[in-house]
């Protein structure tokens, strides 16, 4: 909870959600958050530097993408080597978000479908009775509906081809990390840059990185 509350202040403080929302393809963020002897580090990457695609997988050569990176992101040293000595407690991340985008889409497919059949059959059951106010009524109704599930449907597909991944880490080190070495730039060679922000016992700080500057210390 604690780190949560650092990670929104550095945030808010070096504007880092906004950036992140601007998701700017070849550009990453990365925040660096210090309690004592415990560290957190968050990376906010566009999915088509990190991944290669902004959908969920469509094919095998994609699903196998998402596994590897899946795999890569297990460890922290496959993003970022630490001068100081620290073992990785914990991580999480948001690849599931692209596991679920296929089902999401079938689900809101079928659910469209039983509106539809629905809509069907009460202008079965309206032209037996011959009510045409209602069936102008439903007509109205279908065309609001139309005209909002194309709203919606827009609202998917703009999220999805405008994905970020996140992953987190919570470390522990035994004496103070003085500097980074990112080796991510190895694994995504589309990303060109990273912010770095950070909140640590000797002050806070930002500084960019690029795939020819790929190392940095606190200041």
């Known amino acids: 909870m604690k780190f949560t509350k650092q990670l929104i202040c550095l945030s808010l403080c070096f504007g880092g959600i906004a950036k992140a929302q601007e998701h700017v393809h070849g550009a990453g ?3 660096v958050i210090q309690d004592g002897a415990n560290w957190q580090m968050q990376y906010v ?9 902004e959908h969920a997988p ?3 050569q994609q699903r196998d993408s998402l596994a590897s990176l899946g795999h ?4 922290i040293e496959n993003l970022v080597q630490l001068d100081g000595k620290c073992k990785q407690l914990d991580y999480s991340h948001n690849l599931d978000v692209f596991e679920g985008q296929e089902g999401a889409e079938h689900k809101h497919g079928n659910l469209h479908d039983e509106e539809e059949e629905h809509h069907h059959d009460e202008h079965d059951e309206h032209d037996e009775h011959d009510e045409h106010d209602e069936h102008d009524e439903h007509d109205e109704h279908d065309e609001h509906h139309k005209t909002h599930g194309d709203h919606d449907g827009h609202d998917e597909e703009h ?3 405008h994905q970020n ?9 035994t004496n103070q990390v003085k500097g980074l070495s990112f080796v991510i730039f190895d ?8 912010e ?24």
């Not at 890569?72 to 460890?75: D, I, P, S």
């Not at 991944?165 to 080190?173: G, K, R, W």
């Open 72 to 75: 890569t992101l297990e460890k």
């Open 165 to 173: 991944i996140e992953v987190s880490y919570t470390l522990q080190c």
């Open 45 to 53: 990457l566009p999915a088509a530097d990190a991944l290669g695609f």
């Open 196 to 219: 770095v922000q950070w909140s640590i016992e000797s002050g806070q700080g930002s500084a960019t990185l690029t795939n020819s500057v790929t190392d940095m210390e606190f200041n």
């Open 159 to 161: 999220e999805v081809h």
């Open 58 to 60: 469509e094919d095998k």
């Open 187 to 194: 694994k995504m060679h589309s990303l060109q840059t990273l």
């Open 29 to 31: 963020t990365v925040f």
